[in-house]
């Protein structure tokens, strides 16, 4: 585990969202096909934008959940609300449910890809592969979001070399068809209509799951560091997702790509050192998908421990995680493993686009909103 004294909590919370993006849809290539790719020419450009949309909004929410220290989303959404007075608990109640539908959809994303992704690596079934990965997810996050964000850290520099490794040599030795793809979409662009609005989606579903923030913020010396570990986090996200947008345009002309699970299996064990890089990415995908799965529960069981766990019990339990926490944490995985069963590429295509629809009227209309009328929070609240 890397120390958190030689991993600053500025880069800690952006590598937490970095792993929270880079789950299974993400680590499959699915993800970035359906939401880029696939609208030709300006995958170039549209997957910068979204890490942007990413980067603006959670800068404004880690500042203000440092400034009024609240590290929960639910006390988040209760300070952060009342600027609409009592349509606030309004607000505040569809998070909840947006959140639950982020908590079916993404954990199981992540279920559904690390099991298959294993499942083809060991040759054992779908469920006990599943299984393993759940019992991983459920003893990273009983022990906290202080161990969260240090497995967060540990992941992403593990990710980022392995994505280097895998990507680069690929990237170098598959030019010609890299290049020659750019040039046939370039040649008949597809309409920017469509591109930038599912580029649009891509970022609103993302936002869904901006209330696990939050909790890293805590650590902050102030509001500044939430501008650092936004602007760090919209360099590595910018990179790696470009990165491994270019590497699948190279598969992007093959004609049953659209009907890949995986489209990243696909690049590698046609590539460069197929058999040897083969259980690198897969490796990868795996840890990708299930550290976006401890990020997401972790989120909700610190709402619910916040909400409902006695102070006594948290001194008695001396450290160690409480029975609520581990009671928590275990529903919240069955939930996941259990919506998992729906299948990868449906969850990629209709669950997070529904996510992405349900996040406009509850992020990002009310928070532009908010930025306007605090002039980007520096007018009180009248609550």
């Not at 599943?130 to 540990?154: N, P, Q």
């Not at 995986?262 to 690198?280: A, E, W």
Request: charged content about 10%; proline content about 5%; overall charge positive.
């Amino acid at each position: 585990m890397i120390d958190k004294n030689k991993m600053p909590v500025v880069l800690g919370v952006a590598f937490v969202w970095f792993t929270t993006q880079f789950g299974g849809g993400f680590a499959s290539g699915a993800q970035l096909y359906s939401y880029f790719i696939r609208f030709g020419i300006w995958t170039l450009l549209t997957p910068i934008i979204a890490q942007a949309i990413g980067a603006f909004y959670q800068t404004y929410a880690l500042r203000y959940a440092k400034k009024h220290n609240v590290y929960d989303y639910r006390s988040f959404n209760h300070s952060f609300y009342s600027i609409f007075g009592k349509a606030g608990s309004v607000f505040s109640f569809l998070y909840e449910i947006l959140y639950i539908v982020l908590l079916c959809v993404a954990p199981s994303v992540a279920f559904a890809t690390g099991g298959s992704t294993m499942q083809k690596m060991l040759g054992i079934p779908y469920l006990v592969c599943t299984l393993i990965i759940g019992a991983f997810i459920f003893i990273i996050t009983i022990y906290g979001t202080d161990l969260v964000r240090k497995a967060a850290s540990t992941l992403s520099v593990l990710i980022v070399a392995g994505l280097l490794v895998v990507y680069v040599p690929n990237i170098i030795a598959r030019w010609g068809d890299i290049t020659a793809t750019i040039s046939a979409m370039a040649a008949n662009p597809a309409p920017v209509g469509p591109a930038m609005w599912r580029c649009f989606l891509y970022g609103t579903f993302q936002l869904a799951s901006i209330g696990l923030l939050m909790q890293h913020a805590a650590p902050f010396k102030d509001e500044k560091d939430a501008d650092k570990s936004m602007l760090l986090g919209f360099g590595v996200n910018t990179i790696m997702v470009m990165l491994s947008t270019l590497g699948l345009l190279a598969v992007a002309m093959d004609p049953d790509i659209a009907q890949e699970s995986v489209p990243t299996l696909r690049l590698v064990m046609g590539g460069v050192g197929g058999k040897f890089l083969t259980p690198i990415i897969s490796i990868l995908i795996i840890l990708g998908a299930v550290s976006t799965a401890v990020n997401m529960i972790a989120g909700m069981v610190a709402r619910i421990t916040n909400q409902f766990e006695k102070p006594e019990a948290v001194a008695a339990a001396n450290g160690k995680p409480t029975k609520l926490t581990i009671i928590a944490t275990l529903v919240c995985t069955l939930v996941a493993f259990g919506v998992a069963q729906f299948g990868l590429l449906p969850l990629v295509n209709k669950g997070y686009g529904m996510l992405g629809y349900l996040t406009i009227p509850v992020i990002m209309i009310p928070y532009v909103i908010h930025m306007i009328v605090t002039k980007w929070d520096s007018k009180p609240i009248n609550k």
